[in-house]
């Protein structure tokens, strides 16, 4: 037998004992997934323990009218996900010594004539206590008092920062920072015409009107381009699987600021998981000794979970195109947040053992 065929054998073998190391966690999602109640899963799941994948599902379609299976490969736009990648960014900019994040707003945009651009900071704005309700109107509170969170404007801000103190376009500085951590299939909607046929995958994306009842939503890439730095950047569960690698061993910011932005500043009280720590574009939660960094994300039509667990390195993420009624949340979020349990339990189990 030549060495390419036995190489071949032997991943395999890998790839196998790999999930079969993790019978209960395989079984418990598998049954998890075929569940059409309180909905039905409409996504990607994966798992990976130190960037190589212990598990992942395709349940669902890409394309309701056509009925076209989903593929592994397929693109989402991945919501709020999208801040913690902002938010790595910036904080280059500090790294590089061209931003400091107790500077003021008006220190790097000396043109917004809000009558708070001299007592908002980098920092309040990354941690979402800068009390801002919109660029015309005065302060919810004192910043840094308490955290209420900004889907959008405080993101938005940032990376008209990031731009300033770069000279170079936000698109073009995530560009960058997706190829260092390999991210061949992640783009931004402004960039992703441009790109080659490989990076064609996104997915139709649908919300439910009415339990079951899922209505394709239609709208231009460019007209969430706004959102990009918030909420609109375009990626795959592998993709993501490698974000998570990249951050978290260190392949982008120097500890100071990988400590900053993993340590919670402020608290998310009220979320459904509980009152989590908040650090920059990461919530930040302790339970039974692990910690856990995560951050949920929603936008026309698509919902995202991302977990990372660095005592296990292991990250978890969960990506749909189809986009529940936020009137309830558990119901929304339920295969994301059962999941979670799940491997939460496996980490519990494997810490005893």
Same mark, same amino acid.
């Given at each position: 037998m030549t060495l390419k065929p036995v190489l071949f054998f032997l991943l395999l073998f890998i790839s196998y004992a790999a999930v079969a190391q993790h019978p209960d966690l395989t079984e418990r999602i598998d049954s998890l997934i075929q569940k059409q109640r309180p $909905?039905?899963?409409? *996504? %990607?799941?994966? %798992?990976? $323990?130190? *960037? +190589? #994948? &212990? @598990?992942?599902? =395709?349940? *669902? =379609? !890409?394309? =309701?009218?056509?009925? +076209?299976?989903?593929?592994? $490969?397929?693109?989402?736009?991945?919501?709020?996900?999208? +801040?913690?990648i902002t938010a790595v960014l910036l904080l280059q900019e500090?790294?590089? *010594? $061209?931003?400091?994040?107790?500077?003021?707003?008006?220190?790097?945009? #000396?043109?917004l004539k809000a009558t708070w651009a001299d007592s908002v900071t980098i920092h309040h704005l990354l941690n979402h206590s800068s009390g801002i309700v919109s660029l015309d109107k005065p302060l919810a509170f004192i910043p840094g008092s308490q955290f209420t969170y900004s889907p959008l404007i405080g993101y938005e801000l940032l990376a008209s920062v990031l731009e300033k103190t770069s000279g170079e376009t936000y698109a073009d500085l995530a560009e960058q920072l997706f190829a260092h951590c390999g991210m061949e299939n992640t783009t931004v909607p402004l960039l992703y015409d441009k790109r080659s046929q490989a990076h064609q995958n996104l997915v139709h994306s649908y919300t439910e009107e009415e339990e079951g009842v899922l209505v394709q939503e239609k709208y231009a890439l460019q007209d969430i381009a706004f959102a990009t730095p918030s909420g609109a950047i375009i990626a795959t569960a592998q993709d993501l699987t490698r974000w998570n690698a990249c951050l978290h061993q260190g392949k982008l910011l120097k500890e100071a600021s990988y400590q900053a932005m993993t340590t919670a500043s402020v608290v998310r009280a009220g979320h459904r998981w509980g009152d989590?720590? @908040?650090? @920059?574009?990461?919530? %930040?939660?302790?339970?039974?000794?692990? &910690?856990?960094?995560?951050?949920?994300?929603?936008?026309?039509?698509? &919902?995202?979970? !991302?977990?990372? @667990?660095?005592?296990?390195?292991? !990250?978890? &993420?969960?990506?749909?195109? =189809?986009? #529940?009624?936020?009137?309830?949340m558990s119901r929304a979020f339920f295969f994301h947040d059962q999941i979670r349990s799940i491997v939460q339990a496996e980490l519990v189990v494997n810490r005893h053992e």
């Open positions: $909905r039905a899963l409409n *996504g %990607i799941v994966m %798992i990976a $323990r130190e *960037g +190589k #994948p &212990i @598990y992942s599902a =395709v349940h *669902g =379609v !890409s394309d =309701v009218a056509q009925q +076209k299976a989903l593929q592994a $490969r397929d693109q989402f736009i991945i919501g709020s996900l999208s +801040k913690q500090v790294d590089q *010594g $061209r931003l400091s994040l107790q500077d003021t707003l008006n220190t790097y945009l #000396p043109d989590l720590g @908040y650090g @920059y574009g990461l919530q %930040i939660n302790e339970q039974n000794g692990s &910690i856990e960094y995560s951050h949920s994300g929603a936008l026309v039509g698509f &919902i995202a979970t !991302s977990l990372y @667990y660095p005592a296990d390195n292991l !990250s978890v &993420i969960v990506l749909e195109n =189809v986009a #529940p009624n936020f009137e309830d």
